[in-house]
């Protein structure tokens, strides 16, 4: 990567370690219950603490609250000199707490009605009569946990005032949407928002957004006329900056005898929080099969926890381990192969819009090596440890979209500059901008360098979520780089006498058809002495009336020890197609982070409240468990790399989200062949893994003796 | 807060007490310090006080976890505990002595609810959840103790000295009642200095976690075999190092119903480890 | 530190990560967590990984060695040829601690890679390139 030297070497400067002079360090204080009213805010004696410059509330800030809806909610904040003498004043805010009772159970809101929106409703053929038709239904329910973001950089800002302009350095995953937000939110010119973002330490979808901590540093900033940072620690991390919702998902399947799937049903209820969004954990049952009849609603229940933000393809990453799952438990019903089901059931069509490209029957192809292999496995099965493997599918967004604008800038010494106000969240956005524009502009790579990370300094670019970076801003980066191109032979094909028709460039040098002619780029831009070449590219539409989307099967193999419910994940295999892939290194680095992710997901992440206060008893990563180096698998990465070639210049899906998607179910399909056990609820903890084995012991004791 | 370094565990001893607190590896204390749940006018680094390092059967208390599980000469139960215990850098700052003396991770009391060992007045863990809790002992407390090495030497029958005392490691903990939060019999101005630490015949250490490393225990089970006898010692199932007296004694555990799952895995485990040490 | 000798004066109960970022602007080493448990923070005291988050300063007795310190070190080029970084958060603190693990066992499996780095914790999931990148250091 472009940027790894600067990284590994600990020189590069993230928003947690800028230092400006004479700033001051915010802290917030936080509900302790997860339902309350602040019936009397009092921060005189917080204002006389030592080192304390100001303090803001409710009344002063939008984003702090008089009755917060969550514990951990953010209510006020204090300015001083150091964070400690910050976090000390906290506890001088004399707050009057009216406590209410919280609700906490996501299906008693849905019983009450007390919903974050409208719900989410579905449909399409007769599912009722559907599957009063089908040979067989199987239903199930299926429970995803809360998981937690935990970017090692916490959601951070710096806010500093030059007159009646506002700098914020932040963490973020879309530099112009926080200049947008925040200049909409404090009544400023955007373009006296700067904001800058050079490098940032994670985000998974939990920072496209300002957040409380910007909002109150810009206040406190503007107050004391200093710079002001506000960086939330690890637990505020965990309370208050976005999860992936639970869910309770109970889906029936209706089919034929041979496996055609007919019917599709789903109730979804997305336990959202106190605020937030519905997730489309629907989005898999409307979209990954081809089938007729199906039906979801989709509820967003509105309770005293803290609200959903975007997680790393949401929605689909829930929606994908309780349909998969449902679709292996068919499998086995009927006694079919999992992975010949999902070939009898592939969507052709789009049940919309075409598709741009699907090489997913191409994906199944390729898995089949990695599927074969069970038989082998199985035999290592003894009387403690069962072995197996497991299949899931994955569909999901990816195409990215317009507006998105790039510059190139060539000097007279030949080097290519590339500019665009877009951050790099840690994906290796620098290296693919990078290898895009020299590719089309025919000079090594390292004659390229990308600057970003600035509005101030670029043109705008989209937001890094949705696996879009890419593909958005690819295609940008490519037609500046075009543009600047054509403006080098036309000077190359005058100084020449050449038509331009007959001339590239290649390899850095601009070269004749005929081959009588071979002059290194910077001979011929070398002519221009102060004068530059500016090159300028914008992102084109995506096709119209197509659908654009990433498809992708996983398969995990796994042992589980029967006696202590010890799950391990040996090996998976991610075979996904996401069009053209630019850099193969970066994206098996993607393919990685999202199964190493999911892995947490399945087994060993979970948020646990205090069933009776809504309090977060898992803030710190003692108790939080995300995954070590110890717990990952092999994973085998393959991809597709077919350029969609009705999707831009490029051809380019993200892959940023698809491999996190169909991890869940595989692993839970894999358990299912080695044990026979039905995972329906995640994590799969030892309790979770015992009482599974123990209901599949049950479940054949009850059943007839198999013919 | 005021830092001292006594050269000397007399010295130290006179140092500590009256909210003077010891400070060896810092893992556990420099922790609890910033969040409030101890409280210290006075820091006594005991690092120059306590001895350090392995001679034969005798281990410093102030021996890093770290240097324990290289050293062949130990015995593979407390070197694979060891092992098995925390990270790679707090095995490396972590001293043996503060290993037995951890706190319990119980979310609710480093949480600072107002449990009985906070001097409180119930046990929100037993109401709520307590996934991670115990299955004996857990008639007040219901937390799990987390030491590896705890369980690993009940399990070798080892003696302490302290600054004022010799005593069995099973005679430093007590079960906390309503009345004393207390975990462990030590004095405030006592410190363990040296572990004596028997060779057994054979030892064995098996450990239940949620991840492959750095992991608290789920269950740990400690056996060791020494002089034709086997005992086991327990780990994360009640609120100190647990010893099982015989395997029937799994009979008697009181699981909640969130930690009712351990006991099966306690059986299993504790099978395999007879199994293990019975031979070899 | 480093090779070099710093004074400073801070009040006891001062981390050593404090000191480093705070007082010597000595920014690569990184604090995530603040608490002992992501590893993001990790300096060598003597060759030792050590947490500096939970490090007071002043009991601090030995040569620190931190990122900066490393810089040379084969293993920056080796995360780097691996693409052992995406959010690069973690990094210095995975490299310092692969220093200290290489500096005892030069040729480590992966095995001892694994259990050696199952203290740096990495949101990104870089881990199987963490591992190469180890295993491949003098490459």
Known sequence: MADAPQRARGEAQYTADVLLPGMLHAALLRSPHAYARVKKIDVRRALEAPGVHAAVGPEDVEALTDEPG???????????????????????IDVEWE???????????????????????????????????????????????VVLHNPLETHQSVCRWEGDTLEIYTSTQYIWGIRSRVAKQLGVEPDNVRVVCNYMGG?????????????????????????????????????????RNATIQRLTVGARSDGTITALGGEFVNAVGWDGWIAPTDGPMQTLYHCENVRTVTYGAKINTAPMKAFRAPGYVEGTFGLECLLDELAARLDVDPLELRRKNYAHSSNERPYSSKN????????????????????????????????????????????????????????????????????????????????????????VRVELGDSARGPFASISAGSSTT????????????????????????????????????????????????????????????????????????????????????????????????????????????????????????????????????????????????????????????????????????????????????????????????????????????????????????????????????????????? | MELRQPSSAEEAVGLLGNGHVALAGGTEIVPLLRDGLLRADALIDIRRAVPRGIHGTTIGAGTT????????????????????????????????????????????????????????????????????????????????HPSDVAAALLALGTMLRTTARELPLAELYRLPTTDDPQTTTLADDELILELEVPIPEASVYLKAMDRQRWSFPIVGVAAARTAGEVRLGLAGVAPVPWTLTSVDDLDRATPLPGTAYKLPIARALVARALRAVATG | MNGHRYAVDVPVGTSLAA?????????????????????????????????????????????????????????????????????????????????????????????????????????????????????????
């Open chain 1, 70 to 92: 969550f514990f951990g909610a953010p209510v006020a904040a204090i300015a001083a000199n150091t964070v400690e003498q910050a976090r000390a004043a906290l506890e001088l």
């Open chain 1, 99 to 145: 406590p209410l009772e919280p609700l906490l159970d996501p299906d008693e809101a849905v019983r009450r009605g007390q919903l974050t929106d409208e719900p989410r409703r579905n449909e399409r053929g007769d599912f009722e009569r559907a599957l009063a038709d089908a040979d067989v239904v199987v239903e199930g329910e299926y429970r995803t946990q």
């Open chain 1, 203 to 243: 985000g998974f979808g939990a920072k496209n957004d300002p957040g409380e901590y910007t909002y109150v540093a810009a206040e406190l900033a503007r107050r004391t006329g200093r710079p002001v940072k506000c960086a939330l620690t690890r637990r505020e991390e965990n309370l208050a900056a976005g999860n």
């Open chain 1, 360 to 447: 997913l029957m191409e994906c199944y192809r390729r898995a089949e090596p990695h599927w074969e292999r069970r038989h082998e496995l199985r035999t290592r099965s003894d009387s403690t440890w069962k072995y197996g493997a497991g299949l899931a599918s994955q569909i999901w967004y990816g195409g990215g979209g317009p507006p998105s604008y790039a510059w190139t800038r060539v000097g007279s010494d030949g080097r290519i500059t590339v500019i665009t106000a877009m951050q790099d969240i840690g994906t290796g956005t620098r290296t693919a901008m990078a290898q895009i524009a020299a590719e089309e502009l025919g000079v090594p790579l390292d004659r």
């Open chain 1, 471 to 707: 593909p958005s801003m690819g295609p940008a980066v490519r037609a500046a780089a075009a543009d600047a191109k054509r403006q080098i032979i036309e000077i190359a094909a005058q100084r020449h006498h050449l038509e331009e028709r007959v001339l590239d460039i290649s390899d850095g040098n601009v070269v004749s058809a005929d081959g009588n002619l071979s002059s290194p780029l910077e001979e011929i831009v070398g002519l221009l002495e102060n004068a530059q070449i500016l090159g300028k590219g914008a992102r084109g539409p995506n096709p119209t009336g197509m659908q654009v989307l990433t498809f992708g099967v996983q398969v995990a193999e796994v042992a589980v020890d029967v006696e202590t419910g010890e799950v391990r994940v040996l090996r998976v295999a991610a075979i996904h197609d996401v069009g053209r892939v630019i850099n193969p290194l970066g994206a098996s680095s993607q393919v990685e982070g999202g199964i190493i992710q999911g892995i947490g997901h399945t087994l060993s992440e979970q948020r646990l409240l205090d069933p009776a206060t809504g309090t977060v008893l898992t803030q710190s990563l003692d108790a939080y468990r995300l995954p070590t180096i110890a717990d990952v698998p092999e994973i085998v990465c393959e991809l597709i790399d077919k350029p969609d070639e009705h999707l831009t210049n490029l051809g380019s899906k993200g892959l940023g989200e698809p491999p996190i998607v169909p991890i869940a179910a595989a692993i839970a399909n894999a358990i299912r062949d080695a044990t026979g056990a039905d995972i329906h609820s995640l994590p799969i903890t030892r309790e979770e893994m015992l009482r599974a084995l123990e209901a599949a012991k049950q479940k054949q004791r009850g059943a007839p003796a198999a013919v």
């Open chain 2, 65 to 144: 976890l770290a240097e324990l599980e290289v050293d062949p000469g130990i015995p593979v139960v407390l070197r694979e505990a060891c092992r098995l215990a925390a990270s790679p850098q707090l095995r490396a700052m972590g001293s043996i002595g503060g290993n037995l003396l951890q706190a319990t991770r119980c979310w609710y009391w480093r949480l600072d609810f107002p449990c009985y060992l906070h001097g409180g007045d119930r046990c929100h863990a037993k109401d709520g959840r307590h996934d991670e809790h115990a299955i004996f002992g857990n008639d007040v407390c219901a937390s799990a």
């Open chain 3, 19 to 139: 000191v480093l970022r705070d007082e010597l602007g000595l920014t690569g080493t990184k604090v995530a967590c603040n608490e002992g448990h992501c590893g993001a923070c990790t300096v060598q005291v003597d060759g030792v990984p050590r947490l500096s988050c939970i490090t007071l300063v002043h009991t601090v007795e030995g040569e620190v060695t931190t990122i900066e310190g490393l810089r040379d070190h084969p293993l920056v080029e080796s995360f780097v040829r691996a693409d052992a970084t995406q959010c690069g958060f973690c990094t210095p603190g995975q490299i310092v601690s692969a220093a200290a693990l290489v500096a005892v066992s030069p040729a480590p499996t992966r095995d001892e890679i694994r259990h050696g780095m199952a203290g740096n914790l990495c949101r990104c999931g870089t881990y199987p390139k963490i591992e190469e990148a180890i295993l491949h250091w003098r490459d």
